[in-house]
């Protein structure tokens, strides 16, 4: 997930979704993936408070989300980020078969303009070959997992 300025997808020479200020989310789907999931992380995105509470008066640092101040995000799928190494080529064994991904990534969207805006989520293209830009701003970018739910549960259960 990166705080950007802005941030477009291009496919075959078309821009297919472009934002203004908001998030870039860079979305990896691992076989091990479920509903439940998909659905901590569509929230996830819309809550997680990456912004400052007021830009431009120095406002609290880290206080408000897209949500709070109505901004976009871009949904682009990437395979890729579930990559192993063996050697010096990539495996993506741990990548969601193709048509579960494709179905999970589109209810993930769904969920998001259904909770949210529907016109300020927008998306790549599942499974095409896309150019990506966008401008960081800060830069900030945090990586978000579906284990770590479950990983924090665990540790805190643990710990009683």
Same mark, same amino acid.
């Given at each position: 997930?990166?705080?950007?300025s802005r941030a477009a997808v291009v496919v075959d020479g078309a821009?297919?979704?472009?934002?203004?200020?908001?998030?870039?989310?860079?979305?990896?789907?691992?076989?091990?993936?479920?509903?439940?999931?998909?659905?901590?992380?569509?929230?996830?995105?819309l809550n997680l408070r990456l912004f400052d509470e007021n830009d431009?008066? /120095?406002?609290?640092?880290? =206080?408000k989300s897209v949500r709070d101040l109505g901004l976009e995000v871009?949904?682009? @799928?990437?395979? &890729?980020?579930?990559?192993?190494?063996?050697?010096?080529?990539?495996?993506?064994?741990?990548?969601?078969?193709?048509?579960?991904?494709?179905?999970?990534?589109?209810?993930?969207?769904?969920?998001?303009?259904?909770?949210?805006?529907?016109?300020?989520?927008?998306? /790549?293209?599942?499974?095409? =070959?896309?150019?990506?830009?966008?401008?960081?701003?800060?830069?900030?970018?945090? @990586?978000?997992? &579906?284990?770590?739910?479950?990983?924090?549960?665990?540790?805190?259960?643990?710990?009683?």
């Open positions: 997930v990166q705080r950007v821009t297919v979704g472009e934002i203004g200020r908001g998030i870039c989310v860079l979305l990896g789907i691992c076989q091990s993936d479920t509903a439940q999931d998909a659905d901590w992380m569509s929230k996830k995105l431009e008066q /120095g406002g609290k640092r880290w =206080m871009l949904v682009v @799928s990437q395979f &890729t980020l579930h990559a192993t190494l063996k050697g010096n080529k990539p495996d993506f064994r741990r990548a969601m078969a193709t048509d579960q991904a494709e179905k999970m990534y589109a209810d993930i969207l769904e969920s998001m303009r259904r909770d949210y805006q529907e016109d300020k989520i927008k998306a /790549g293209v599942f499974g095409a =070959m896309m150019e990506v830009s966008s401008t960081n701003c800060g830069p900030v970018t945090i @990586s978000l997992d &579906t284990r770590e739910p479950k990983t924090a549960q665990q540790t805190d259960e643990a710990a009683t």
